[in-house]
């Protein structure tokens, strides 16, 4: 019980790292001592600082030997922008080492248990497993499949709908709603669209107020062909957030032209037989590129789309409180020959509206 009441406190520290790990993972430590007191806390800030294990050894100082380590993932044994925390584990005289779940980096993946055990350190592994799995679990699915995780948010009306024809555009969620979403896209490594929400509703993408990551927020849009208004406002303000248009060899060259000269990144990834981004393509350069995660903001099309490919990873779906009973109403998933069955974890107020939180129950990661 002791085990799991430090565990998660250090997966309390851990959470103060969201939104400015990427591409490393949320990890926290605690140093605690033979008579069960905290000499040493610490957490992961951002890529390239310390490590959580190397602050909280730092802290605790003499206190630390035969103290027991209480981290939230396996340490590292090998040589980064820091050294291996292995190293600085044994060189401190730590007695036990205790961590939740095993890092899968190809460069890790058990060699740091390995190499504690070689160093004569006690090792126990697995405590609060569950929660550390919860809280890591972008870059967890990132480091296993090599693809970002997926978070798919959608807003529809009671019956099921986003707007009364298509090309029209209103506010189905209210501002408490907003607000949530906003935290989203920064918990996020980046915000995904299709082109038809660009021009329907030109939205700015950002976190507003803004807040600083220390891995620039990223906007992406999904363009088959190159239509994007290039007057949209996610061309502009590419210090606060940058923009990458995915794309197929269908983008007209002078449109690629124009945007690269406005500093938009463009990524050309293969087709799908409807002639649209191959969207599993697409999410394979991004994990290459250390895009540990992406909050899908789009329409029916691309919703419809990542669920049909058993992309979607975790399912955050707001209900307002209205209906919208037209002859060409849009629903909030394009037509399509596919079933997915749902698991639903959570279902809260969040204002005026309802948000389910869930996952495709084939998704590799649960929320």
């Given at each position: 019980?002791?085990?799991e ?9 851990a959470?103060?790292g969201?939104?400015?790990?990427s ?44 103290a027991?380590?209480?981290?939230t ?19 401190r ?25 070689e160093?004569?350190?006690?090792v126990d592994?697995?405590?609060?497993a ?11 699915q ?29 506010q ?5 709603a ?12 980046a ?8 021009a ?13 990551r ?23 303000e ?13 983008m007209?060259?002078?449109?690629r ?20 981004v ?18 899908c ?17 975790e ?15 849009v ?5 399509s ?22 996952r ?8």
């Open positions: 019980m002791d085990d009441r430090y565990m998660r406190a250090a997966l309390r520290l959470a103060r969201q939104g400015n790990t591409p490393n993972p949320m990890v926290g430590a605690l140093v605690v001592s033979s008579d069960g007191l905290i000499v040493g806390s610490g957490y992961h800030a951002r890529a390239g600082s310390d490590h959580a294990e190397t602050i909280a050894l730092n802290e605790a100082g003499a206190r630390a030997r035969d027991t380590l209480y981290v993932l396996e340490p590292c044994a090998q040589q980064g922008r820091t050294p291996p925390c292995v190293d600085a584990i044994a060189a005289g730590i007695k036990r080492v205790v961590f939740a779940v095993q890092d899968p980096d190809q460069q890790v993946r058990g060699r740091g248990a390995a190499r504690l055990r160093l004569n350190i006690d592994s697995g405590v609060a569950d929660e550390a799995e919860h809280s890591n679990r972008m870059y967890l990132q480091r296993r499949s090599g693809r970002p995780y997926m978070t798919l948010k959608m807003a529809q009306s009671l019956d099921g709908k986003i707007s009364p024809a298509p090309g029209s555009r209103v189905l969620t209210g501002k408490q907003g607000r949530l979403v906003r935290m989203m896209r920064y918990s996020h490594d915000v995904m669209v299709g082109v038809g929400t660009i329907v509703d030109d939205p700015q993408l950002t976190v507003r107020p803004h807040r600083s220390a891995v620039p927020y990223t906007r992406i849009i999904v363009d088959s062909s190159g239509s994007i208004p290039l007057g949209a406002k996610v061309l502009s590419q210090s606060r957030a940058k923009t990458i248009v995915a794309t197929t060899d269908r007209p060259p002078d449109v032209a124009q945007l690269q000269r406005k500093h938009i990144q463009v990524i050309e990834c293969a087709a799908a037989p409807d002639r649209r191959q969207l599993a393509d697409l999410l394979t350069k991004l994990g290459s590129s250390d895009v540990i995660s992406v909050l903001e789009g329409g029916p099309t691309l919703a419809a789309a990542l669920l049909r490919e058993h992309l979607v990873d399912l955050q779906w707001f209900i307002a409180p209205l209906v919208i009973a037209t002859s060409e109403a629903p909030a998933i394009a037509a020959s596919f079933e997915t069955p749902l698991t639903w974890a959570a279902a809260r107020r969040v204002g005026e509206d309802v948000l389910l939180s869930g495709p129950q084939a998704a590799p990661s649960g929320v």
